[in-house]
Nanobody
């Protein structure tokens, strides 16, 4: 079974930080580009960040650039998203996704996790 599992979400105050993890099981992430997406209540899913299979190139949505950092550790079969300076508008379910062909903020990825809730509130 090919599976992605997100973790690390929770409740945090504005200005706080979280680190989200995306762990793969049943397959290796070495050949896959990884994207992070989020979906807030009443809104469409939006691309947040992406990292290429070799970690050489990253992309960020304008709304998170300078605050979020994507990274990967292929030896651990895990991709991370560091969330800093969090704002209430960052509240959403965060998903990771893997694709062998694309690295971008689109949603055309082959594999998806179930998501982890991030809530930013005072």
């Amino acid at each position: 079974q090919l599976q992605l599992v997100e973790s690390g979400g929770g409740l945090v105050q504005p200005g706080g930080s979280l680190r989200l993890s995306c762990a793969a099981s049943g397959f290796t992430l070495d050949y896959y580009h990884i994207g992070w997406f989020r979906q807030a209540p009443g809104k469409l899913r939006e691309g947040v960040s992406c990292i290429t299979n070799d970690g050489g190139t990253v992309y960020y949505a304008d709304s998170v650039k300078g605050r979020f950092t994507i990274s990967r550790d292929n030896a651990k079969n895990t991709v991370y998203l560091q969330l800093n300076s969090l704002k209430p508008e960052d509240t959403a379910v965060y998903y990771c996704a893997a694709d062998v062909r694309h690295c971008g903020l689109h949603d055309e990825y082959d594999y998806w996790g179930q998501g982890t809730q991030v809530t930013v509130s005072s």
